[in-house]
């Protein structure tokens, strides 16, 4: 087939009435399924509650298992959104926000819990409302009590004892195919640390995310905890931990059980793609080493976060009224040098040294802190991944190791100052107002700590200390800041969640073998690039989550020509799946048609029965 000669309309036509899956993209097609009666009720991916119709009910065994009448799916949606506004309404003046934000996550769960089609469709049509509530930052809240929130198990739990099993242990898993795995060691959850097995929670969130803005199959993804204990004592101590009461396996103990995880996983399913998340930060940067040239993997808090940061930090040039060459001089302080900080200066970094052609110089106007401060040449026991981004001592205004933040800001005059600290309020009064003094007359603050009392300060603070001229992202939502006089203090979410879910899905319908940089490199510049100028003048950097399935088809696409350039895509075996010799001959504007066809939308397929 010769280039440009290749019709998606007409693709996708044969392709639709060729296939004889059980779901498509807008089209109710039958779901073949193998149950009947009760069993049918309980499970949530095919349960319609009162949803099924007569002939449904006569042809699968469910007549008197439901009150009479036949309610249709629009009224059920209705019902529950109802139900959810009147708690709303009701906790409006509830002083304790937290218990709040469980109830709200409680009934969203529930329904998660018997019928996945009603929850999928009310979490995508209300995302902008539901994200903080299944995802970050109540997602931290139902982590830190787990125990007591535990209903219903979900995902996959393997643990240190399991070790020998876990190929068989794989096959207890219901669905055929699995297309994508997070998977947690529980061990660094946002910013609260170390909560074990009751981890298990960020993986559930971010697969809910992959369904509502990636369009993912929910029969087809699978959180994963893998437990190799916990050192952390209260948890240890606790008598409704739900974990292994023991410490931390380390080192090669350690390796040995995410390998036989990754073994039995890609015997299983040897396409599947997993996400590796909130490992602390050794190990996040080791599996990474030891992996991402092995299978279809990514580490999200090093990779994801990367990409969101850097197209924070392109954005920030040009609201700042600056040509993007300009990026190379912006002198931007990054606080927090884990998994995540490293993961943005490295990224960042890389992109100057493509801008400018000198990887020699690329670090210069990088300054990297940690908890004991200022990160230079002359730090003892310097981690070798911080080593290229080290100071050297003496660099504007005599920088010494160690100097506090205050004292860089104070020194430096950044242009950006993003934290990844995890510590709330690191950001506070004094190096506020010290950025006033800024070389930027519109100088950014990205407090990108998760959850919310993490983050390194509050917009409200942000807009305060450092002036109503800044242009301000958080990890986790907050409030616009009114500033009086009608005018408005813009607040961005710069979170990882535009773009893991793009990375994943452009990785799946690529088929791609690994997750390069370059599918990285070219994630990061579509998100930076879907803004207009006009929404970035108003200080607004990344797109609401309202759009964030049209975001994530986007960047899908932008993944996907990625992975065709660098000969890596195989092809996707899936309802409108393609070849590789296909793959190569789309257009951008085909492979983002062709991204956007493969996302799952919730709707009632008519179930029919096979023995
Ligand atoms: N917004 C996002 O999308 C996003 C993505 C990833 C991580 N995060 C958040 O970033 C935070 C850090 O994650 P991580 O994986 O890098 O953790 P990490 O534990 O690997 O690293 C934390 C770093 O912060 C440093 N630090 C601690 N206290 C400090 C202080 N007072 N001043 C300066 N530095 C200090 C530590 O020395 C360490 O270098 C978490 O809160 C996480 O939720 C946000
Ligand atoms: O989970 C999030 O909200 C973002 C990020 O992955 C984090 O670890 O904080
Ligand atoms: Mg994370």
Redesign the pocket.
């Known amino acids: 087939m010769e280039h440009g000669t290749w019709n998606l309309a007409r693709f996708v036509a044969s392709r639709l009435s060729r296939s004889r899956r059980c779901f498509s993209s807008m089209i109710p097609r039958p779901c073949i399924i193998h149950k009947r009666g009760s069993d049918i009720l309980h499970d949530p991916w095919i349960n319609k509650d009162t949803g099924f119709s007569l002939t449904e009910r006569n042809r699968l065994g469910l007549r008197g298992l439901l009150p009479p009448r036949v309610i249709s799916f629009e009224q059920q949606y209705s019902r529950f959104m109802e139900s959810y506004r009147s708690l709303e309404k009701n906790t409006q003046n509830e002083t304790d926000t937290s218990a709040v934000a469980l109830a709200k996550w409680r009934i969203l769960n529930r329904l998660h819990d018997r019928n996945e089609t009603l929850y999928f469709r009310v979490l995508i049509d209300n995302i902008k409302d539901f994200a903080p509530i299944i995802y970050t930052p109540t997602v931290g809240l139902v982590c830190q009590n787990y125990s007591g929130l535990f209903r219903r198990p979900r995902g996959m739990y393997f643990s240190a004892k399991d070790k020998g099993e876990m190929m068989s242990m794989i096959y207890n898993w219901p669905s055929q195919r699995v297309d994508m795995i997070v998977l947690t060691d529980g061990s660094?959850i946002?910013?609260l640390g170390d909560l074990g097995v009751h981890g298990i929670g960020i993986p559930i969130g971010k697969l809910d995310m992959y369904v509502a803005a990636a369009g993912l199959n929910p029969q087809r993804i699978l959180p994963v905890m893998l437990d190799v204990g916990t050192n952390n004592l209260k948890l240890i101590h606790d008598p409704l931990y739900l974990g292994l009461r023991q410490p931390r396996l380390e080192g090669e103990e350690y390796l040995s059980i995410i390998d036989e995880f990754v073994e039995a996983v890609l015997t299983r399913w040897p396409k599947a793609i997993i996400q590796f998340e909130?490992f602390?930060?050794k190990w996040?940067f080791e599996t990474l080493k030891r992996y991402r040239r092995r299978f279809c993997m990514f580490n999200?808090?090093v990779q994801?976060?990367a990409g969101?940061a850097l197209a924070g930090l392109l954005g920030t040039v040009r609201a700042q009224g600056r040509p993007l060459d300009h990026f190379p001089n912006q002198k931007i302080v990054v606080?927090?040098?884990?998994?995540?900080?490293?993961g943005v200066v490295s990224m960042a970094v890389r992109a100057v040294a493509k801008m400018t052609g000198k990887a020699e110089t690329a670090a210069q106007n990088f300054f990297l802190?940690?908890?004991?401060?200022l990160i230079t040449k002359e730090r003892k026991n310097l981690d070798p991944a911080a080593e290229p981004f080290a100071k050297d001592p003496g660099q504007i205004g005599e920088l010494r190791d160690g100097d506090s933040?205050r004292e860089v800001v104070k020194k430096v005059k950044p242009d950006v100052l993003l934290g990844?600290?995890?510590?709330g309020g690191?950001f506070d009064e004094e190096v506020l107002k010290a950025m006033r003094e800024s070389s930027s007359s519109r100088p950014a603050i990205f407090a990108?700590?998760?959850?919310t009392m993490?983050a390194e300060c509050t917009a409200t603070e942000a807009f305060k200390f450092a002036g109503e001229n800044i242009v301000f992202a958080s990890?986790s939502p907050f409030e616009n800041v009114k500033l009086g006089n009608g005018k408005v203090g813009y607040v961005n979410q710069?979170?990882?969640?535009y773009l893991f879910p793009g990375i994943g899905l452009g990785a799946l319908v690529s088929g791609a073998r690994f997750v390069t940089d370059g599918m990285l490199q070219a994630a990061a510049e579509r998100l930076a690039s879907y803004m207009t100028d006009e929404e970035i003048q108003n200080g607004i950097l990344f797109p609401s989550v309202k759009s964030i399935r049209d975001i994530t088809a986007e960047v899908g696409a932008a993944v996907v020509r990625a992975a065709v350039e660098e000969e890596l895509a195989e092809g996707y075996e899936g309802y409108l799946g393609v070849g590789p010799k296909e793959l190569a001959h789309m257009s951008q504007e085909e492979t983002v048609e062709y991204v956007r066809r493969n996302m799952w939308y919730p709707n009632y397929s008519p179930l029919v029965q096979q023995k």
């Open positions: 660094r946002l910013g909130d602390q930060m996040a999200d808090d994801g976060t969101v606080v927090g040098a884990g998994s995540a900080g490293l802190l940690d908890k004991d401060g933040l990844l600290s995890g510590v690191v990108m700590s998760n959850p993490n990890g710069a979170n990882n969640m």
